[in-house]
């Protein structure tokens, strides 16, 4: 089974779930949107109000697009809303399923998993969720240790009846996962490895848009000053998809079909509202240095 592996000190504090392991500082963002706190612009509403937005708003529709820090939906009414994203950035989330194919060396992950004696994971992770660098200066708490890379560790949730045993969240950047489902993870200056299955879970939860599309379902949660109900201040901004990232997409087979001497049309199946094509998906390369030796830099 493999081992978290942890210096001899640390697998001390590990099993008697005494103190945390601490946080270690990550800055820096590839994504346009975390570069810059939200909802420090009304673009396209005009000059801020000195009024409050004070009436909630519920409402779905459909992703129509992005102005600067101002999300447009157009809603199940019919009508267009202008949104503007919520003050913390983790409230603004782009949430899709991935499979394995999907993963690559650098990405970021967050994962649960229980631990015994020795720093040995009990059993197969249950949920790996990827995400992408944020603005962490709204953030606090376990929120902020949620995009920090490191090991946390909580009392709280561990099983009272085996005292011997702990729950870890894993914060760090993908090493890579071996043919004998073995997920190597790099939590800041602590390698972890942690085993998966058939029935783990890959899930994407950007908060950007990087890999939306034109037409992805939206859920806002919200206020607005009447009368402009279709002005919002966001609480919460979800877009979901029923793409599933890393399966085979038939659109690829249908371009390589195309007549003779026809010129290939531009695809942008695959790009995002907010994506970099210079970028991508991975914001760090694969030879780029792992977060302990930027520290030790």
Not at 27 to 33: F, I, K, M, Q, V
Not at 173 to 179: Q, S
């Amino acid at each position: 089974m493999p081992r978290l592996c942890l210096p001899l000190p640390a697998l001390v504090i590990l099993t008697l779930s005494l103190l945390p392991c601490s946080i270690l500082p990550f800055s820096g963002s590839g994504d346009r949107l975390a570069a810059q706190p939200p909802g420090t612009e009304v673009a396209g509403f005009g000059q801020p109000s000195t009024l409050p937005a004070n009436e909630i708003t519920n409402f779905k529709g459909a992703l129509k697009g992005m102005r600067r820090n101002i999300v447009v939906v157009e809603k199940e009414d019919g009508s267009e809303a202008l949104v503007a994203l919520p003050d913390t950035i983790s409230s603004f989330q782009f949430v899709a399923k991935a499979t394995p194919a999907f993963l690559q060396r650098g990405m970021l992950v967050r994962l649960s998993a229980n631990f015994g004696p020795g720093g040995v994971p009990l059993a197969p992770v249950e949920k790996v969720t990827l995400f992408q660098p944020v603005d962490l200066r709204s953030l606090h708490g376990r929120t902020k240790e949620q995009f920090t890379p490191g090991v946390y560790s909580d009392a709280n949730r561990g099983n009272r009846n085996q005292p011997m045993v702990v729950k870890l969240s894993i914060v760090g950047r993908l090493i890579g996962l071996a043919p004998n489902g073995v997920l190597a993870v790099q939590a800041g200056k602590i390698p972890v490895q942690v085993p998966v299955d058939a029935n783990t879970t890959l899930e994407v939860r950007y908060n950007n848009l990087a890999l939306a599309q034109e037409g992805d379902p939206v859920s806002v949660t919200g206020f607005y000053q009447p009368p402009n109900e279709n002005q919002v201040k966001a609480d919460r901004i979800t877009i979901t998809t029923d793409r599933v990232y890393g399966e085979y997409q038939p659109s690829a087979e249908r371009k390589s079909r195309r007549k003779r001497g026809e010129k290939p049309a531009d695809d942008d199946s695959d790009k995002g509202l907010g994506s970099d094509p210079e970028k991508g998906d991975n914001p760090k390369p694969d030879d780029a240095p792992p977060e302990s030796e930027k520290e030790d830099s």
